[in-house]
């Protein structure tokens, strides 16, 4: 997902915390593509996941949808009837843009799923007959005190077979391999044109918001909070997607 070119870090300022705000918004999609290794491969693979599992008349949740790749994804790939999307995203200006987008993808790609793209915290958002829910690179800005009860209320509402895409940063146990993921990501962005002061005022601004853990840990959280099958499904540097099965 291509959008307006990310400059927001390319001037020296006071930095202060990353905020979803209109800004953010229009150039997300350039900044998220230059930021996030093997993301479209993600967003195209959670669209085949949902065309492999989704089961007819059940819900699909993209939580922290941002501008709405995965659930563009989903919506492309469901083939089963009757389903319903709910992408929650609690910016309004990233469901905003997000809304324009959708309604640019239902123009041009016909499919009888409905979606209800809405304002809202993942925390509040009541899940039920679910066969898929995304957390694309969400959970890591909640604290992690509210981690397990936000995947155990998931996984209540989940069908049984349902599946989780849980993708995050993390961060490895071992400190010169962590040290190693770090410098090959931060030459990633480099190679996509950001520059070292847009990298290092971008990790200042988010350094106290996004939290990242092991991925033992998530793999632990997942099944304490009642999923019974869960593993690694992608890979690239200190960016991991889980899959986790109910």
């Excluded at 349902?162 to 010169?176: Q, T, V, Y």
């Amino acid at each position: 997902m291509t959008d307006n070119r990310d400059t927001l870090y390319a001037e020296p300022q006071s930095t202060s915390d990353f905020v979803f705000d209109d800004r953010v918004a229009s150039v997300f999609g350039d900044m998220i593509d230059r930021s996030v290794p093997g993301y479209a491969t993600t967003i195209s693979t959670i669209g085949e996941i949902a065309r492999r599992s989704v089961t007819p008349g059940s819900y699909c949740y993209d939580l922290g949808s941002s501008l709405g790749a995965a659930t563009i994804a989903m919506r492309h790939g469901i083939q089963s009837e009757h389903c319903r999307i709910i992408a929650a995203d609690s910016s309004p200006a990233m469901v905003e843009r997000g809304k324009e987008l959708l309604a640019a993808d239902v123009a041009a790609y016909e499919s009888d799923v409905v979606v209800d793209m809405i304002c809202a915290d993942i925390r509040d958002v009541h899940i039920e007959n679910a066969s898929l829910v995304v957390l694309n690179f969400t959970l890591q800005f909640l604290p992690i005190s509210d981690r397990l009860h936000v995947l155990q209320e998931i996984s209540k509402g989940m069908l049984p077979g349902g599946k989780l895409i849980l993708s995050e940063k993390i961060r490895f146990p071992d400190e010169a391999i962590d040290q190693l993921n770090t410098e090959l990501h931060e030459r990633f962005k480099l190679q996509h044109g950001y520059s070292e002061l847009e990298i290092s005022q971008k990790r200042s601004a988010l350094e106290n918001l996004l939290v990242p853990e092991t991925k033992e840990v998530h793999k632990e959280r997942l099944k304490e909070a009642g999923f019974s099958r869960v593993d690694v499904w992608y890979q690239c540097f200190n960016f991991v997607s889980i899959i986790a099965v109910k």
